[in-house]
């Protein structure tokens, strides 16, 4: 399903930025934006799975930390190298906002871009990298309470999202994407059978606000998509899949969230003629190309820089959370 989503979101975006045709494969593509609540909602269940196993909330979150940082600190400068490179080639750049000042170089450092705050980020996707940071850090205060009152924790932030009125930046714009993340968390613990009617309540705040956002906001898909993820998952615990090569594209997902823009949409979008854009045929293949390319950039950039850095998170949470300062009164 990582993969699948990664793929969506993936070809959406390589024809985004070129003008729409009406034909049956840009209508598709369309739609491709729907992989963003599933990555929320597994991302959901991946976080409680992670906290609930963790050793505490500085062990869970030094690894959380590890795991999606230094990696876009990295993308960060190849998108910057990218938007060079495009501004190198047409003398102009209409690709990215670029940080006009400290205030911003700092929020994009730290990435506490939109929805955050007003500040762009410098690649399409970097929005939903800091909506994760956050849902991370609310998953980490969880932890660190006793486990009967997570769940309860968790409730209280629906409850808070529900009562926020909607905003595009700020706190409301951060639970207005809450239900889709938790909806993951709850999952987890009704595939666990811990808390039942905590779960419950949780599940029901997070539905009733999906079917909210589908009834008033025209969120159908999101809707469809998240619930359709849920049940996925928590069908998944019953009736196991076998690891296959879609498992394994499934783990360069992250890279290629992170990459796709960069190389597939700034640089090699230089190359997406008139024809090509006019041309089904000829659009499909130049955009296969393109998730091609994407790939094998993604897997160096997973084993290269992923992994080692997963691998270093590791040693410094067992180094701070295994190897704690003797106590002294």
């Not at 595009?168 to 808390?195: E, M, N």
């Not at 854009?277 to 190309?289: E, R, S, T």
Request: with cysteine.
């Amino acid at each position: 399903m990582r993969f699948l989503a990664a793929l969506g979101v993936a070809f959406f975006h390589f024809n985004e930025s070129i003008s729409y045709i009406d034909s049956p494969y840009r209508h598709i593509l369309k739609l491709g934006y729907v992989g963003v609540p599933v990555f929320f909602v597994i991302s959901g269940y991946c976080i409680a799975f992670s906290a609930d196993r963790s050793n505490g909330c500085g062990d869970f979150l030094i690894r959380r930390f590890f795991r999606i940082y230094p990696p876009y600190l990295l993308s960060l400068a190849i998108t910057l190298l990218s938007i060079f490179l495009f501004k190198q080639i047409t003398g102009y750049n209409s690709v990215a906002t670029l940080p006009k000042d400290g205030y911003s170089v700092i929020c994009t450092l730290l990435l506490l871009t939109k929805p955050l705050t007003r500040i762009d980020g410098i690649n399409w996707v970097y929005w939903t990298l800091t909506l994760e940071a956050i849902f991370y850090i609310f998953a980490g205060i969880a932890r660190a309470f006793p486990e009967r009152f997570r769940l309860p924790f968790f409730v209280s932030l629906s409850v808070i999202g529900w009562l926020l009125p909607a905003g595009d930046t700020g706190i409301s714009a951060i639970f207005k994407y809450w239900p889709v993340f938790s909806l993951g968390i709850c999952v987890y613990y009704l595939q666990k059978q811990r808390q039942y009617l905590w779960s419950v309540l949780l599940a029901g705040l997070n539905l009733s606000w999906l079917i909210y956002a589908f009834l008033m906001a025209g969120g159908g898909p999101y809707f469809y998509v998240s619930v359709f993820t849920g049940a996925c998952i928590f069908l998944s615990f019953r009736y196991r899949m076998p690891k296959t090569w879609l498992s394994t594209l499934g783990d360069y997902s992250y890279s290629v969230y992170l990459l796709h823009v960069p190389i597939a949409v700034y640089l090699m979008g230089l190359l997406k003629s008139p024809f090509i854009q006019k041309h089904l045929a000829a659009n499909m293949i130049f955009d296969i190309i393109c998730y091609l390319v994407t790939l094998v950039f993604a897997f160096l950039f997973f084993k290269w820089v992923e992994l080692p850095s997963i691998r270093y998170g590791k040693t410094v949470s067992k180094r701070f959370t295994d190897n704690p300062l003797p106590y002294r009164p």
